[in-house]
């Protein structure tokens, strides 16, 4: 089985990275565990633990082989965001606060209308900005420079 796109992509996702979820379809329905990677262009995540499938994987050059077992994707339509007070699955809703702060909160027949936190691992990057300039970075004695002033005069086109 390969790697197969999405016919129709979701355009805007109450899903995200680190999000407690519980499995609503499939052999492990039922269960919770945390979204370890949102697959955008297939639509599909994966929950840490769950949905385990065999992986058959040939002895070669500095690894041995054997069979593993491997964390599938599962379809977003298949999980559902756990409320953060009354322990069940629930539909994701927006609002917005007194304050003007967008968040998110439990919606649903059994919700009880709580703000959903976002996950914390979202604000770690995955890839760490760079601390030191790089070949193509424009120096900050650049930057600073002061390349037009009206007042003075300078850099005023010669029309």
């Not at 002895?59 to 082989?65: I, R, V």
Request: hydrophobic share 35%; proline share 6%; with cysteine.
């Amino acid at each position: 089985m390969g790697w197969k796109a999405a016919q129709k992509l979701i355009t805007h996702w109450k899903i995200l990275r680190g999000d407690n979820v519980m499995i609503i379809r499939g052999k492990d329905k039922g269960e919770t565990g945390l979204i370890k990677r949102v697959i955008r262009s297939q639509n599909r995540v994966i929950v840490e633990g769950k949905n385990l499938v065999k992986k058959h994987i040939k002895q070669g050059e500095g690894h041995t082989g054997g069979i593993f077992s491997i964390e599938a994707p599962l379809h977003v339509s298949n999980v559902q965001v756990v409320d953060p007070v009354t322990g069940k699955a629930c539909k994701v809703g927006y609002k917005y606060l007194e304050d003007g702060t967008k968040v998110r909160f439990a919606r649903g027949m059994y919700a009880s209308g709580a703000v959903i936190p976002r996950p914390e691992i979202l604000k770690e990057r995955r890839k760490p900005r760079p601390t030191s300039p790089g070949p193509k970075d424009t120096p900050i004695e650049l930057v600073l420079e002061k390349t037009y002033d009206e007042k003075a005069g300078i850099g005023m086109p010669d029309l």
